[in-house]
């Protein structure tokens, strides 16, 4: 069945980077980019970022251009989130989950969600 | 950035009508998508593109938008409809996906 499976959780100091992956399987891995949405604790859904699971374009949230990079693995058909220079505001669940509609993108599939906290 | 806002919380009686709205400047011409998340859990897909419904979600949830305002009706609700609900659109000029505020269902 399709599934998205992330690593487990992180627990960072500030300063620090972590870097969570996901591993789609149950359907063809290039056919459908990836996005990543956090979500701070009582908050609401945060979306960071994009990434062509087929040539690895990548779009990223204004708010985390510089500190977040995604990238694929095709031989593994695994994506990466990895940000840097964490700070305490950064501790969330993060999660992936599989972008369709073209020109209308929503997430349709998602992972389990990673626990990272950031501590000082 | 385009902003969703929603109203923070709605209570619903068992077997009566929720509606969640999510407000926007011109939200009519976006298409709107909506989210379901339980605690703990991660959020599912229960309405995209407006009105249509992913395989295995209920008829009782409906979608409608137009003007400023996207609407998700769930009708008959149940206790298991209690939930956060987010409305999602996607953003052309910066290809953000960007999500509303959010709204806790609780079932009376």
């Known amino acids: 069945q399709l599934q998205l499976v992330q690593s487990g959780p992180e627990v960072k100091k500030s300063g620090a980077s972590v870097k969570v992956s996901c591993k789609p399987s149950?359907?063809?891995?290039?056919?459908?980019?990836i996005s990543w949405v956090r979500q701070a604790p009582g908050q609401s859904l945060e979306w960071m970022g994009w990434?062509?699971?087929?040539?690895?374009?990548?779009k990223y949230a204004q708010q985390l251009q510089g500190r977040v990079t995604l990238t694929t693995d095709k031989s593994t058909n695994t994506v990466y989130m990895e940000l840097r220079s964490l700070r305490s505001d950064d501790t969330a669940v993060y999660y992936c989950?599989?972008?369709?509609?073209?020109?209308?993108?929503?997430?349709?599939?998602w992972g389990q969600g990673t626990q990272v906290t950031v501590s000082s | 950035s385009y902003v969703l806002t929603q109203p923070p919380a709605v209570s619903v009686a068992p077997g009566q009508t929720a509606r969640i709205t999510c407000g926007a400047n011109?939200?009519?011409?976006?298409?709107v998508h909506w989210y379901q998340q339980k605690p703990g859990q991660a959020p599912v897909l229960v309405v995209h593109d407006d009105r249509d419904r992913p395989s295995g979600i209920p008829e009782r949830f409906t979608g409608s938008n137009s003007g400023n305002t996207a609407t998700l009706t769930i009708s008959r609700v149940e206790a298991g409809d209690e939930a956060d609900y987010y409305c999602q659109v996607w953003e052309r000029s910066t290809a953000a996906r960007v999500f509303g505020t959010g709204t806790k269902v609780t079932v009376l």
């Open positions: 990434i062509s699971t087929n040539d690895g374009n990548t």
């Open positions: 011109n939200i009519g011409s976006y298409s």
């Open positions: 989950a599989r972008d369709y509609g073209i020109g209308r993108f929503y997430c349709d599939y």
């Open positions: 149950g359907y063809t891995f290039t056919t459908y980019g």
